[in-house]
């Protein structure tokens, strides 16, 4: 089929997420017949550098070799069956590797599996909630959320979200949370810090748990925060008993250069939730790994099971996929690519400060960002930017006035370089 007819169909019928539909209609759409490595082609035959690894999910490129023959052969024996009173390799072997990796020393010791990220964080709050309900300590079942967190899109994931272009339609239906912002631009982590402390003094007794995404709030701006503040969040979490959630689901799996960023901080969390890359960009796939404590929680009657379970829970090609990931990582040293180019792409947005109008520019591990000013989620500034860098062949879809990479950890060098420079060019042209 033409490129014009899919255009035309797409526009009659599909409903793009996160898109104004009206802007979209004018625009001409990238229709992307396939992808590799670090790259996507337009149906004409345009390449594109693919900036953000597809929404944050492609950690290995696209199409991995090692990952395909995974899928295939799982896919010649079994593709699905439900984990209800059944097991199978992929998921009891799956779940043995990410204990062995997780932060700490086994204490996150059992993994729930679930769909994407939205239903990892959601697993999470859910098992917190019961826990303390069926543990003598119902009055703890309120949370503690980051300003302009991110933390996906049911209806509780979203209650914990702080980012208000996401958030304030729905205020009527989202559960209430404590918001404590640690965003330098409001005060920073020091004064979150003091936040947490005094708001876990005064009503601890009635939190089940803080959730963070730790080192980097992603979607609500690429916000960066020293591991110092995790470290104080543990420790203030573990003096009023209240769990601590890594939300894990962006900054996991190698993203910092690290398997978690939970690691860089020296930080074990109570529940650790795990997605996006974990499968490499082939199928949906997420796990929320859970400490023993909160397992024993759950023992006893059958009405104290933990009554949560999606249908593809464990998905035996989503398994097999994320151990051939986490086996990608080792052979290909994936993590030492991380740590070893990082400094070069923090210093090269380092410099895109000397040009006038960009702020703040800020790294971590194989994420970088720059604010193009202060307009938030809603601002033009970055559309323009996306604008130029598509005429490069550069996919840099920004966050607002936020214009960010957060590529495949493992692109070749001559993909990082053009990406380096398609950045620089594109901000140049349009702030010229
Ligand atoms: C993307 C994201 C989610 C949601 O993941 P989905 O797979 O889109 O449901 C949750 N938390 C964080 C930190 C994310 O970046």
């Avoid at 420790?235 to 962006?250: G, N, Q, S, W």
């Avoid at 996006?276 to 759950?298: Q, V």
Wanted: glycine share 10%; with cysteine; charged share 20%.
């Amino acid at each position: 089929m033409d490129r014009a007819k899919l255009v035309s169909l797409d526009k009659r019928h599909v409903w793009h997420p996160y898109t104004a539909m009206d802007r979209y209609e004018v625009e001409d759409p990238i229709v992307v017949a396939r992808a590799e490595g670090p790259y996507f082609w337009d149906i004409d035959g345009t390449r594109y550098l693919d900036a953000n690894g597809s929404w944050w999910v492609s950690t290995l490129g696209h199409r991995h070799p090692r990952l395909l023959r995974a899928l295939a052969e799982q896919a010649a024996s079994l593709a699905h069956v439900s984990l209800a009173g059944i097991t199978h390799a992929p998921a009891a072997c799956l779940a043995e590797e990410l204990v062995a990796i997780a932060p700490g020393e086994g204490e996150l010791s059992r993994v729930f599996y679930s769909d994407d990220g939205s239903t990892a964080v959601e697993s999470a709050v859910k098992m917190a909630a019961q826990y303390w309900a069926q543990n003598g300590r119902p009055e703890r079942h309120r949370f503690v959320a980051l300003g302009d967190a991110f933390h996906g899109e049911t209806v509780g994931a979203s209650s914990l979200g702080g980012i208000p272009s996401f958030r304030d339609v729905f205020k009527p239906l989202l559960f209430d949370v404590h918001r404590i912002s640690a965003d330098p631009r409001r005060g920073g982590w020091e004064q979150a810090v003091g936040a947490l402390a005094a708001l876990l003094e005064a009503e601890g007794d009635t939190i089940a748990g803080v959730v963070v995404e730790p080192l980097l709030q992603g979607a609500g701006g690429m916000i960066v925060q020293p591991p110092e503040f995790l470290r104080q969040v543990r420790a203030l979490t573990a003096k009023a008993d209240a769990f601590l959630i890594a939300d894990e689901v962006f900054t996991g799996l190698g993203r910092t250069g690290h398997w978690f960023a939970c690691d860089v901080a020296g930080v074990v969390p109570d529940l650790l939730c795990l997605a996006k890359g974990l499968s490499g960009g082939l199928l949906p796939f997420a796990a929320t790994l859970a400490t023993e404590r909160i397992f024993d929680g759950f023992r006893g009657a059958r009405s104290r099971a933990f009554f949560y379970g999606h249908s593809y829970a464990g998905n035996p090609l989503g398994a097999a996929i994320a151990r051939e990931v986490l086996a990608v990582y080792r052979d290909e040293e994936v993590l030492a690519q991380v740590t070893a180019r990082a400094p070069r792409l923090a210093a090269r947005f380092e410099g895109l400060a000397a040009l006038p109008g960009v702020e703040r520019p800020r790294a971590l591990g194989m994420v970088a960002a720059v604010d193009l000013g202060r307009g938030g989620y809603l601002a033009d500034a970055g559309w323009k930017v996306y604008a130029a860098a598509r005429r490069r062949g550069l996919y840099l879809r920004p966050l607002g006035d936020t214009v960010y990479v957060a590529p495949p950890l493992n692109l070749p060098e001559a993909a990082f370089n053009e990406l380096l420079d398609g950045v620089e060019e594109s901000l140049r042209e349009v702030l010229a």
